[in-house]
């Protein structure tokens, strides 16, 4: 069963869902740039057996508040504020491309705050060659603006954020989405060398892996977070 809930961290709305054994272990599941929460069911349902699981909607997305204001610190600081509203301590942290950031980011400046982590076909901190974002037709399910605030960041990241990788000490599982992924595969083995103890697989079915190929993507996840 999965419950649709919201909390308040920093004066904003973010909701979440969430499922699994009220005493399992948290993972929390942070989505892509235009997604939302529901994009984890399929992963949720499965790792809910065993975790206590927590798919965030970031702010300006989904069920959560669109207050305007985006950026990446935003989003690291919503995701910290949540993991203190809901009193997790410590969690295992999945994201996804924008989640992925937004997990690692946290996990370089909060280490004691992440046991394991995962990213899926995450852009590395490095500069890359802006490409002008064209608006889908239609009602979004999430703000526009942040887009327009958040790709700049990601074109042009904050000096410094690729070496302080290495301040992550939880276990890293890398998953990389292979050639078809738009997000560059040699940025995604920098980070795989950058952080410490990190390790890659590639599910060699582009950048929407765990839509893709759910079954091959939730079982290494599986396996990776119940390790000894």
């Known amino acids: 069963m999965v419950d649709h809930r919201t909390t308040v961290t920093h004066g904003i709305r973010l909701a979440y869902d969430v499922s699994g054994p009220d005493q399992g272990p948290p993972v929390v599941l942070l989505h892509a740039l235009g997604e ?55 969690v295992d942290l999945v994201g996804h491309s924008l989640g992925g950031v937004v997990a690692y980011t946290l996990a370089q400046d909060q280490p004691d705050r992440v046991a394991r982590l995962v990213l899926e076909d995450a852009p590395a901190p490095l500069p890359r060659e802006p490409v002008a974002p064209v608006r889908p037709e239609g009602v979004l399910g999430f703000d526009w603006d942040v887009v327009t605030a958040v790709r700049p960041q990601l074109d042009r990241p904050e000096p410094g954020r690729l070496d302080r990788l290495d301040r992550i000490s939880a276990e890293t599982l890398v998953v990389a989405g292979g050639p078809a992924s738009h997000i560059s595969q040699e940025g995604v083995a920098e980070l795989t060398r950058r952080i410490p103890h990190a390790r890659q697989i590639t599910l060699p079915v582009g950048h929407m892996i765990h839509d893709r190929a759910p079954g091959d993507f939730t079982r290494a996840v599986a396996e990776f977070l119940a390790a000894p």
Not at 36 to 41: E, K, T, V
Not at 49 to 65: F, I, N, P, Q, T
Request: proline share 4%.
């Open 36 to 90: 939302d929460a529901r994009s984890w069911r399929a992963v949720s349902s499965v790792l809910a057996a065993k975790w206590r699981v927590y798919a965030v909607d970031l702010r300006g997305h989904g069920r959560s508040e669109w207050p305007g204001r985006y950026s990446l610190e935003l989003m690291t600081a919503d995701t910290l504020g949540f993991l203190d509203a809901l009193e997790l301590p410590r």
